[in-house]
């Protein structure tokens, strides 16, 4: 799974054969193949409104796994632009609303699924020099971040905030769908960095998205 519509059309595109199967309100999805594994590629928009939709529309099309290919923001100066990050945590505000709707009252667990951890740990140190595994945020307001909201998160270990983890890993317990995550960083919040060119980010996607792929060969379903 990935936010961006154009992420999941570059990701279908490294699929053998890849099959555009539903593009309704713009969340564009593909199946087709990549080496001995069948994979499907879909967009889960942004935030955990939409994205709870999708994996409960892929769940009931037989989805076993689900990984999210991301973009996130830095909250630490050790994140450089292009770094990648894998969460082993979600954090997220008490009475967030997606979860809260599905789980009022409880806090449920928020962290990937530990077999595609695991693998996704594996394929990273096999591929890339640099990469992070630590806890992160998932907020819903994308434009609410300030210096207060970097100092809280900090000083609870999260590294980088994106918006739609929390969402995945909670509802992969509820569904028993296996979940986890990579993320590329593309800005940081503490010394205001951004990517602008999309030629580097699409650099970082291909890197991110073959430690993905690859990782899916290598997880029992």
């Not at 923001?73 to 009475?95: M, Q, W």
Request: charged residues 25%; proline residues 4%; hydrophobic residues 45%.
């Amino acid at each position: 799974m990935a936010g961006d519509p154009d992420r999941v059309d570059y990701i279908a595109g490294m699929l053998e054969e890849p099959r555009l199967v539903s593009s309704n309100r713009g969340l564009k999805t593909y199946t087709g193949n990549y080496k001995d594994q069948v994979i499907t590629v879909a967009c889960h928009g942004i935030g955990g409104p939409s994205t709870a939709i999708v994996i409960e529309e892929l769940r009931m099309l037989g989805a076993k796994i689900i990984v999210r290919l991301g973009t996130a923001g830095g909250l630490v100066r050790e994140l450089n632009l292009g770094d990648i990050v894998i969460p082993n945590i979600a954090c997220y505000y008490k009475g967030s609303g997606t979860i809260s709707a599905y789980m009022p009252g409880l806090a449920p667990p928020t962290v990937p699924s530990y077999d595609v951890l695991e693998a996704l740990v594996n394929e990273a140190r096999s591929r890339v020099k640099r990469f992070l595994i630590s806890p992160v945020v998932s907020s819903d307001a994308f434009y609410a971040e300030d210096e207060e909201f970097i100092s809280q998160w900090v000083k609870v270990g999260a590294t980088a905030v994106e918006m739609e983890c929390a969402t995945i890993f909670a509802l992969g317990y509820l569904r028993r769908i296996k979940t986890g995550a990579v993320l590329i960083i593309t800005d940081n919040l503490v010394d205001k960095s951004r990517v602008r060119m999309k030629e580097k980010i699409t650099e970082w996607v291909k890197e991110a998205a073959e430690i993905v792929l690859e990782a899916l060969r290598k997880i029992e379903a």
